[in-house]
């Protein structure tokens, strides 16, 4: 969960953000655990991953050991933020991103992916406060 190495031993594919968990606490990892394994177990193999070379051969170089670093703690408002920002993944969906998924350098936060289901597209809306880096509608739309 925040190395990236799967129970049976493989790399994990990093759409599951570990990266942005590998500053979760022990304490942190163990509490998920434990909230988990409160679900009823269901059988349901859906085999194993299979990712084509040479997207495989580049995912090896992701996972990385943890290096916890604390939480900030709630005397620091902004610094606590950003921690649980960075752990909650909120990037992974507000950054705006380039055609090829990569965040673009200076729209941190600034917003634009967006989600299409049948009824319509959902934009993650710029977070900044920064107007002229709003790069896209931010309403829903159907
Ligand atoms: C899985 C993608 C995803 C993640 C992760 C995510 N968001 Fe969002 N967020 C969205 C989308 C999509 C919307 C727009 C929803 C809508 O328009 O109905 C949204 C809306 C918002 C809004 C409302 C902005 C407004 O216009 O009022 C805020 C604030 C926000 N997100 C903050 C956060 C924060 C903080 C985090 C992390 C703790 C986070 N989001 C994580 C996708 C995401």
Redesign the pocket.
Known sequence: MREGIAHDGHVMFPMMPYTSYANLSDEDALDIIAYVRTFKPIKNDPGPTKIDFPVSMFIRAVPKPVEKSPPPEPTEPVARGLW??AN???A???DTIDDKHQPIPGKHLAGGQH?TFSKGV????N?TSTRRRASVP???KN
């Open positions: 649980i920002m909650a993944s909120c992974e969906c507000h989600f959902v934009y993650a809306p977070l931010t309403r829903t």
